[in-house]
Every structure is written in structure tokens, then in C-alpha cells.
């Protein structure tokens, strides 16, 4: 999101005027966020909108998020590893990638050769587009996967996530700020604002 909008330190101010493109980015996303019908996946997926918050704190849309469902956590709880069952002849306590629970859901190799390229670079290489368009889409895919397996099917009976009520999350980021004159640490200095995510 860094070409549409100014990219925001950890330290910078949250109360700054938005852009025109800005408000209507965030916009955008607040609907899609904030939207309990709407699923927001990801496999680790808590670390990432951390980390959106906090790179773009004075954008709201990353302050809130509704229906999150980390497929890393899902998975733990449908292939529990305490489970003799294999598919694909592994075990399904490996899931422990992205990579590796695409290549045992799917059978597909996915690439992870652009993880960790220089994410800051502008613009993007076309081999970091293809990378991160193919991480986000084989999301859905491995999240209907699971859902229809025959077995999970059989033993949930479309109450899976009645039963596990903590696999889909709603998450609020709040940006705490140390004021002058008010310490927030152990320390009896009075330092200079600062930010906290």
C-alpha cells in the first residue's frame, strides 16, 4: 500500500491529515474489513495485520478487523497431530508453512523464492507481484479444501466454527502514545513522545 499512500514510521505522527487517495483507500478497506461476511485469511495471518498497523497507523482501515481466520490455526484443529490419518502419504502435524500445507492440501509446489527479497524496493518486481498475488490467492483454495474434506465434514457437521469460536477473531490496533509528563515505563525520565503499537 506504500504507492498510494505515505508510508508512516513507527515513531511518526497517527493525527496528520489524509490524503484524498488515502481517505479513499482506507475507505475502501474499512468496508472489506469490518465486514463480519467476509473472511480475512492468512496463514500467520495475526503477525501481518500487526504489522500493517503499525506501518500505517494514520490510516484507520488498519485499526480494525472483523471474521479473521488464521488457516495456520485451522488447521491445527482439523488435522489435529495427535491423528493417525495421512494424506498424501504425510503426516498432517507438517503443515507448519504456507508452503508446505499447500503442497500437502493441493499438491502443488507453491514458490517462496521472492519471501524475502527487498519488500521496500519500488517498484515491485514482476516476479514480487506474481509472488504475493499467488500467496493470496491459494488462501480461499486451502480454506475450502479443508471445509469439504469428507471426514472434517462428518465429524463437524457445519458446526466447526460454533465449536471453535476462537479460530475466527476480531482484532482492534490502537496506537498508544507516551506523553510528556507521563511515564509509561519503570523509569522515572521523562523522555520525549514516542508511539507504541
Partial sequence: PSFLCKEE????????????????????????FVNPR???LGYGVLQDLTKLAGSFPHLP???????????????????????????????QQQMSSLQRMVAI??????????????????????????YATLD????????????EDPTFQ??????FFHRNAALRSSLRYTVLER???????????EEEPAKYH
Fill in 9 to 32: 514510521g513507527l515513531l511518526s505522527t497517527t493525527t496528520r491529515t489524509l490524503t484524498v487517495l488515502e481517505q479513499k483507500l482506507s475507505d475502501a478497506l474499512t468496508k472489506l
Fill in 179 to 189: 506523553v510528556r509528563g507521563i511515564n509509561l515505563s519503570d523509569n522515572n525520565s
Fill in 38 to 40: 467476509i473472511p480475512i
Fill in 105 to 130: 492440501l493441493v499438491g502443488k509446489r507453491l514458490d517462496k523464492s521472492e519471501q524475502c527479497s527487498d519488500w521496500s524496493r519500488r517498484p515491485l518486481t514482476k516476479e514480487q507481484l506474481e
Fill in 61 to 91: 482501515c488498519f485499526a480494525l478487523y472483523h471474521n479473521v481466520i488464521d488457516l495456520q490455526g485451522m488447521a491445527s484443529h482439523v488435522y489435529p497431530t495427535t491423528s493417525a490419518r495421512r494424506r498424501g502419504g504425510q503426516p
Fill in 154 to 159: 462428518k465429524t463437524h457437521e457445519g458446526k
Fill in 136 to 147: 493470496a490467492a491459494v488462501l480461499p483454495l486451502l480454506f475450502h479444501t479443508m471445509l
